[in-house]
């Protein structure tokens, strides 16, 4: 069997050439062909010597998952298919925006989370996607911009551009946000991160890749000592009662213990106590953890529901993303009118917090939070209290 090269970060890129019986420093010259240039073919890595090359093209593959189809919304938003293999299919999203490009990138095939409000969970669950599955989005979609006339005069234009960094590529910004629970799929995740932000490869900063999850506790306190990038948390209820119905997992780690590895995340220092941790020079990625929170009608978007968050999150530094549901067939959701939505922001702003309202980008084709589905060829038994009907009982129980 090759090797895929795409599946190896910067160390198990050097492991692999020491393995072949090469120098360490081929991984940053094979990082930069690969995922700078998006070169696929030893034959074209004109700085390695022709044994090299051969040897190479021997042993190892460059190999990304195929794109099977692709859609553009009417705001601009792109949505790729991807196949993995075996009829399962994954989905990508690239959000431009005047300064600022960015791919919500996919982490397993489909979800085993099962949230009462998200597409992605209602397909089910077939695998966690491999490393290369991951950056191979990322890798995916930055060959395929490039290629494009209006992305290869938007880096000439933006060259000098202040306030553009990355001027170079069409892609800014990375969020974790597609399809999949990625601290489920923690070591693969990571090493699909630590790519991003190598300077061989992406080199993205800290900042701007975004990791959301729905709350696994203990990978958040391993996130932060293997990979601290930004932090998202799908919040979404203000108390335990409500959030573990809308977010099952919540049933195994409670907002308490949720709340705390938020605290712990933000705060360098105290990192630092603890045993064997070793805290990255270079600091938590952001002073604050994003609180995402999805507005679904009658339900959890009340003024009480944002008297009650404002006093559960009040010893944590986080902004408030405030998400309109994006419907679904058979959700049993509605979105919350844009009166609540904003009598509910008011309440925590009044409060002194940060909140903004999520601008929907791509619902007319799917592509928006919640609503990516893929091909998934589910492989679990569901659980058989999950009935579509879900978000009708709870917003009459609250009406
Ligand atoms: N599993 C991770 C990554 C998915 S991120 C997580 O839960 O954070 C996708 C974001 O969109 C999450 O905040 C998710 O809760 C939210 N979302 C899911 N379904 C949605 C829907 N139908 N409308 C709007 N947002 C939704």
Redesign the pocket.
């Given at each position: 069997m090759k090797r895929n090269l795409l599946d190896l970060d910067a160390r198990a890129l050097t492991d692999f050439f020491n393995e072949i019986g090469e120098k360490s420093f081929r991984s940053g010259q094979v990082l930069r062909w690969i995922h700078q240039s998006g070169t696929t073919d030893f034959e074209q890595m004109t700085d390695l010597s022709h044994a090299l090359r051969s040897k190479l093209a021997q042993c190892a593959v460059v190999d990304s998952p195929q794109c099977v189809s692709a859609s553009e919304a009417s705001d601009g938003t792109r949505k790729w298919l991807l196949s993995v293999g075996k009829d399962n299919a994954i989905e990508t999203v690239f959000m431009p925006e005047v300064n600022r490009g960015t791919l919500c990138v996919s982490s397993q095939v489909g979800?085993a989370?099962e949230?009462a409000?998200?597409?992605t969970g209602r397909q089910g669950f077939n695998r966690n996607l491999t490393t290369a599955e991951i950056i191979g989005q990322l890798w995916w979609a930055t060959r395929k911009l490039s290629r494009e006339p209006e992305w290869a005069r938007l880096e000439r234009d933006d060259a000098d551009r202040p306030g553009r960094d990355n001027a170079d590529r069409p892609i800014s910004n990375v969020v974790?946000?597609g399809m999949?629970?990625?601290l489920t799929n923690f070591d693969n995740v990571v090493r699909a991160m630590q790519i991003m932000l190598d300077d061989h490869a992406y080199g993205l900063s800290r900042r701007k890749v975004t990791l959301?999850?729905?709350g696994i506790v203990p990978a958040i306190d391993r996130l932060r000592e293997e990979c601290p990038v930004a932090l998202?948390i799908?919040l979404?209820a203000p108390n335990d009662r409500l959030r573990d119905e809308l977010v099952p997992i919540n049933r195994k780690y409670s907002l308490r213990q949720l709340l705390a590895a938020c605290q712990r995340y933000v705060d360098p220092l105290l990192g630092d106590d603890i045993p064997g941790v070793k805290w990255e020079r270079k600091g938590a990625p952001r002073d604050f953890v994003t609180f995402?929170y999805?507005m679904l009608d009658g339900v959890n978007d009340g003024v009480q529901h944002a008297r009650e968050l404002v006093a559960l999150t009040r010893d944590v530094p986080g902004k408030f993303n405030l998400?309109p549901?994006?419907s679904?067939a058979e959700?049993g959701f509605q979105r919350s009118p844009d009166s609540r939505v904003r009598a509910f922001r008011d309440v925590l702003i009044a409060a002194g917090l940060v909140a903004t309202v999520r601008r929907t980008r791509g619902d007319d084709i799917d592509g928006?939070?919640?609503?990516l589905a893929g091909r998934v060829r589910d492989r679990r038994n569901r659980r058989t209290d999950r009935k579509p009907g879900i978000g009708r009982s709870l917003a009459e129980g609250r009406a």
């Open positions: 979800c989370l949230c409000f998200c597409a974790m946000m999949g629970e990625p959301s999850t729905a998202a799908s979404h995402e999805i998400i549901f994006n679904f959700s928006a939070c919640g609503q």
